[in-house]
Every structure is written in C-alpha cells, then in structure tokens.
C-alpha cells in the first residue's frame, strides 16, 4: 500500500476494512474474467485493466459511497505516480500519466455505475461493465497486435521513448477499439 493510499485509510477507518475487501474481490474477479477471454487479458492497459479499475470503483461505491472510492482511486494513482518517481513496477512495468489518466476515467465511470446501481448484484455490474467496456464507454491505452504501446498516429513508441517518461506520447482510445 503506498503512502496516499495509507493516508486515505487513516482519514477513513471505518471505511478502510470493507475497501481492502472489495479491492481483493476486484483482483479475483478481474483474474476470473481474463480466463473467460470475453475482453483479452491484458491488465496493463487493454480492456481487461479498464475493468479492473472500474469494477473496483464500482464494488466500493456501492458500499463505502462513490466520493470514498474516488478518493481512494486518486490516492491510488498518486502512489503510482510515487512509484514511477522511486522506478518500482505496478503490473510489471513503469506507472506513467497516460496509465494513471486512464485508471482515472475508468474509476469515474465505475464509481457513477456503482451509485446508479447501488443495491445491484456483482454479476449484474459486471454485466454493466462488460457492456460498457464493448460499447466504448471506457479507456484504454492504444496498442497493436504484439503489445507494443502506439501513439495516436499509430506509430510504435519504443521502449527508450517510454523509458522513465512519466509523460509520454502514449493514446487514450474507447474500449471499443480493438
């Protein structure tokens, strides 16, 4: 946990217990729906992560309240931004301000779907998501057939153009795009 997140946990102890709860269930689901290949399995910026982030969101805005999620969403994203600066891996690479700027979108549609769907069953936000991830409703990171990360021109952006850039020529796309 980095130091934002524990410090969100300190301004919410209450709220604290039930969000490391949801944030396990977002993980197993998140790793449930990669076996299903319904969306791919990419969780460091296909549709797959935009799930992630927003089934978390959505899971803790029905139950510590959207405003409490969001908060715990940036305080996530800053303690990514604090481990770019110490160079340490989230999901196997470098954070960065596109990845951050996606997680972001992804937890604020997650966390208005967990609110409008307040008392709604996981499998039924999970429905949601789905369909909202495949109608484009969310973000992800452009990328081509192998991996590689793209800019908005479609060009290759190479490792050394990536390389402890926390800004960086990455593109946000609709989850639609494939």
């Not at 139950?63 to 160079?87: D, F, P, Q, T, V």
Request: hydrophobic content about 35%.
């Amino acid at each position: 946990m980095s130091k934002p997140e524990r410090s969100w946990v300190v301004f919410h102890p209450f709220k604290a217990k039930k969000a490391y709860q949801i944030s396990k269930e977002a993980l197993i689901t998140t790793d449930s729906i990669a076996n299903t290949n319904t969306i791919g399995n990419d969780i460091n910026g296909g549709q797959l992560d935009a799930f992630k982030h927003s089934f978390w969101m959505a899971r803790s805005a029905q139950y510590i309240g959207k405003s409490a999620a969001l908060g715990l969403g940036k305080a996530h994203e800053k303690g990514n931004y604090l481990s770019y600066k110490k160079r340490q891996l989230e999901d196997g690479i470098l954070p960065d301000k596109p990845a951050s700027d996606m997680d972001l979108f992804n937890n604020e549609v997650g966390a208005e779907l967990g609110k409008k769907y307040k008392t709604a069953s996981k499998s039924t936000l999970i429905n949601y998501l789905l369909d909202a991830i495949l109608d484009g409703k969310l973000k992800m990171l452009k990328k081509d057939a192998a991996g590689n990360f793209l800019d908005c021109q479609g060009q290759i952006l190479s490792i050394e153009a990536l390389k402890g850039n926390w800004e960086n020529n990455k593109c946000l796309i609709p989850t639609h795009k494939l």
